[in-house]
């Protein structure tokens, strides 16, 4: 098939806290913030409503109070499709399956115009209670729940291998949240914008040794939609876009953690997934201009920075340190600041890097533009990155 799919619509709420307790006289509700996501997006599209004709949703927080909310809100919207309405879950990996999948219902032919939108609503809910909810969803029941292994653990494992094998210090990781808080004070979408210092992040409480409460990412809730289109349409519209022009998914065959030794600081899934995405897209990792990882912690950055050959291996937490991956710096990672401080509403995480790269490659990023960016990349992550989904985009205008 020849078809080829554009990214030409976006929105997205400011990653912060929405969601409104139970007992709350006011309520928000995610609807509300859905309709007019999606109106936002359409208009930046500068398509018709009646075009849209699929819709891929992520799949809500087990606390969203609507349930069945893709077909709820197509009801809010008075849509009719022909194409698909669904939700996709694939816990960190969500909002970059719903991406993927209304790539494939314009390649399919069944539609012209896809949306791929999603709301994450948290922050209201007991911490206690979303981490029981997060380690039954990420980890072994029978194994990592019942000793209380989180996510954090891992990638804490993770970087006391990285300073044991390469001689990274404790300042070097800490950059990276420094250079993402730095990237998030020009971001208005992002969660946490002021400027902090390394020896701010280095003092702060340690959340599982060596990372402390700056290489972590918040809690806090988001919502973004996205307007995906054939390149036809996207001509038509006369308005910059970005076109996908690669694609790579691969998954090791473990569950969060492989049980198989193996090189755990490696991130093969990743590595393999970006060199398809790559090939596909006929480029290679240097001819990126920026880069807008799904890296929930600093060492998560610098790995994957590695594995997907923005800089050497062993070379990650260096290269943040002396500013290569800092905005003016050789290959600018996380301009929209990351999910340590952009904000991190895990089953729509992704979708903020798609508007983060809608942005940069139209041109529209104001203060944290990349010069002339592109070539943008996109990542997504499933567990400890035993699996990964990479796309490559475009700028054309």
Not at 29 to 39: D, G
Not at 61 to 69: A, E, N, S, V
Request: with cysteine.
């Amino acid at each position: 098939m020849t078809r080829r799919v554009a990214l030409i619509g976006a929105s997205a709420i400011p990653v912060g806290r929405h969601q409104t307790a139970d007992n709350a006289a006011l309520q928000t509700l995610e609807h509300e913030i859905m309709t007019r996501l999606v109106s936002d997006a359409v208009r930046d599209a500068g398509v018709n409503k009646e075009d849209i004709q699929s819709l891929i949703f992520t799949l809500p927080r087990p606390y969203t109070r609507q349930k069945y909310f893709h077909t709820f809100l197509i009801g809010q919207l008075g849509l009719t499709c022909r194409g698909s309405v669904m939700e996709v879950m694939g816990n960190g990996m969500t909002a970059a399956l719903a991406f993927d999948k209304a790539c494939d219902e314009i390649l399919l032919g069944r539609t012209d115009v896809a949306l791929a939108l999603g709301i994450n609503m948290e922050s209201a809910v007991s911490a206690a209670e979303h981490m029981m909810s997060s380690m039954r969803t990420t980890g072994d029941v029978d194994f990592h729940t019942s000793a209380g292994f989180t996510p954090i653990a891992w990638y804490a494992m993770d970087a006391t291998r990285y300073m044991h094998e390469h001689g990274a210090t404790r300042e070097q990781l800490g950059s990276v949240a420094v250079k993402n808080r730095h990237h998030a004070s020009l971001n208005p979408l992002a969660q946490y914008r002021k400027p902090i210092t390394l020896d701010e992040v280095v003092a702060q409480r340690p959340i599982v040794e060596p990372l402390g409460l700056y290489d972590v990412p918040p809690r806090g809730d988001g919502a973004a939609c996205l307007v995906l289109a054939s390149e036809d349409v996207a001509k038509a519209t006369g308005r910059p876009y970005a076109l996908v022009r690669g694609r790579g998914f691969f998954h090791d065959g473990s569950h969060q953690i492989s049980d198989v030794p193996n090189d755990m600081i490696a991130f093969k899934s990743a590595a393999q997934a970006s060199y398809d995405a790559y090939a596909q897209a006929g480029i290679q990792a240097s001819d990126l201009d920026l880069a807008e990882l799904y890296a929930p912690c600093t060492i998560v950055e610098v790995l994957v920075s590695e594995a997907i050959g923005l800089v050497a291996k062993g070379q990650g937490a260096r290269a943040a340190f002396e500013g290569e991956t800092r905005l003016g710096g050789r290959i600018p990672v996380s301009t929209s600041g990351g999910l340590t401080s952009r904000g991190h509403p895990a089953y729509v995480t992704s979708l903020y890097n798609y508007v983060e790269l809608a942005e940069q490659l139209r041109g529209r990023a104001g203060e944290r533009q990349v010069k002339d960016a592109r070539w943008g990349l996109s990542t997504g992550e499933l567990g400890n990155y035993n699996a990964a989904l990479v796309h490559v985009l475009e700028a054309v205008r």
